[in-house]
């Protein structure tokens, strides 16, 4: 037998039993697990081998792995972007600090995707993107359900309706009137029938009740509604909070739009190779004006809004 354990590990060991009894659990137990598992890996622990399982081009052009990973980096952000705001909606007793702290955090983020969206603009073969592009139809990054929901996290849902309906249905409308009319449903028709794209279906089977479920959790609890709540008059939240609407409503939009016009065809007859939408009249933030915080700017920035120069 070694020599006597040392006063440190003995008290390791009366900690541990003491918060394994306080479950009804029996720590000489999980000790033999501990005993005969393995040392963890770097590459057990990120899940390395599964996650590099899944990228499948569904094409042999090279390039089409480039815009597969760059996809699967901004979903990633997305998230992670969602994970900070949900710790700002449940946190109990949110106070100014925190709240700036996540903004922060989600800032960098969005900072991250706007200044990486050059792998896309610039970093694609044209020819094989036009190539490749026709096999992926109908699906489109229009589909992604992550971007829907860290808007509707972000603002009240009626900052999200599309600007003709906004006043006619008021701030007071029920999450499913405005759900309903939402500004991306309307802006994914058909340039020929002016219906739905199938784009847009399939996105709406899978995705809607979520919508509204998160709609509903975040009414009250919604990124702008505890601004407005809690901290109406700190010029800390409201700088992060203006950074936050530049940037995912007019410089990421704008860093994305340039990949679309520098790879789509200007010929609006000729859209083949996207999800069908009138792409060059919907993803200018010029059009949609999508603002999650009207109050934090003046009405010439209102007017403004989306044009090159006018933001910071
Ligand atoms: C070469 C690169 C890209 C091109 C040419 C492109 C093109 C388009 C087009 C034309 C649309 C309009 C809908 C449609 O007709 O399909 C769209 C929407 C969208 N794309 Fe992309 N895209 C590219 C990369 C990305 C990436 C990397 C993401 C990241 C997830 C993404 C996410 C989105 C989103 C969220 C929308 C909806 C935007 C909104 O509703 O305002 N796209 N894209």
Not at 88 to 115: S, T
Not at 132 to 141: A, E, H, I, K, V
Not at 283 to 298: G, T
């Given at each position: 037998m070694d020599s006597p354990l040392d006063p440190v590990l003995t008290e390791q060991l009366l900690k541990l039993r003491q918060k394994y009894a306080a479950m009804g659990q029996d720590l000489s137990s999980y000790l033999d697990g501990l005993l005969y598992s393995?040392?963890?890996?770097?590459?057990?622990?990120?899940?390395?081998?599964?996650?590099?399982?899944l990228q499948n081009p569904k094409t042999s052009f090279k390039d089409e792995k480039v815009f597969i990973v760059y996809h699967q980096i901004t979903e990633l952000y997305f998230n992670l972007i969602l994970w900070e705001i949900e710790?700002?909606?449940?946190?109990?007793?949110?106070?100014?600090?925190?709240?700036?702290?996540?903004?922060?955090?989600?800032?960098?983020?969005?900072?991250?995707?706007?200044?990486?969206?050059e792998i896309m603009v610039l970093g694609l073969e044209k020819e094989q993107f036009l190539k490749?592009?026709?096999?992926?139809?109908?699906?489109?990054?229009f589909q992604s359900g992550?971007?829907?929901?860290?808007?509707?996290?972000?603002?009240?849902?009626?900052?999200?309706?599309?600007?003709?309906?906004?006043?006619?249905?008021?701030?007071?409308?029920?999450?499913?009137?405005?759900?309903?009319?939402?500004?991306?449903?309307?802006?994914?028709?058909e340039l020929a029938t002016g219906k739905k794209t199938l784009?847009?279906?399939?996105?709406?089977?899978?995705?809607?009740?979520?919508?509204?479920?998160?709609?509903d959790k975040h009414r009250d609890k919604n990124l702008r509604a505890l601004y407005l709540k809690k901290f109406p008059d700190s010029a800390e939240v409201k700088s992060r909070l203006r950074e936050l609407d530049e940037f995912a409503n007019v410089r990421w939009p704008l860093a994305h739009y340039k990949s679309a016009a520098k790879y789509l065809q200007k010929n609006p007859e000729d859209i083949r190779a996207t999800g069908g939408t009138n792409w060059q009249k919907?993803?200018?933030?010029?059009?949609?004006?999508?603002?999650?915080?009207?109050?934090?700017?003046?009405?010439t920035e209102k007017q403004e809004w989306g044009k090159a120069g006018l933001m910071s």
């Open positions: 393995d040392y963890l890996t770097y590459w057990d622990y990120i899940h390395l081998d599964t996650l590099l399982s710790q700002i909606v449940d946190h109990p007793n949110l106070d100014e600090k925190f709240f700036c702290a996540r903004l922060d955090r989600i800032n960098r983020y969005f900072q991250q995707l706007v200044g990486s969206f490749f592009r026709m096999s992926l139809l109908p699906s489109s990054g992550q971007y829907r929901m860290i808007e509707i996290c972000a603002t009240d849902l009626i900052n999200l309706v599309n600007a003709k309906d906004r006043e006619a249905i008021g701030e007071n409308s029920t999450i499913d009137q405005q759900i309903e009319r939402m500004y991306w449903r309307s802006g994914a028709t784009t847009l279906q399939q996105f709406e089977e899978k995705y809607m009740n979520q919508f509204k479920e998160i709609g919907y993803l200018p933030p010029r059009f949609q004006k999508i603002i999650f915080y009207p109050e934090l700017w003046s009405d």
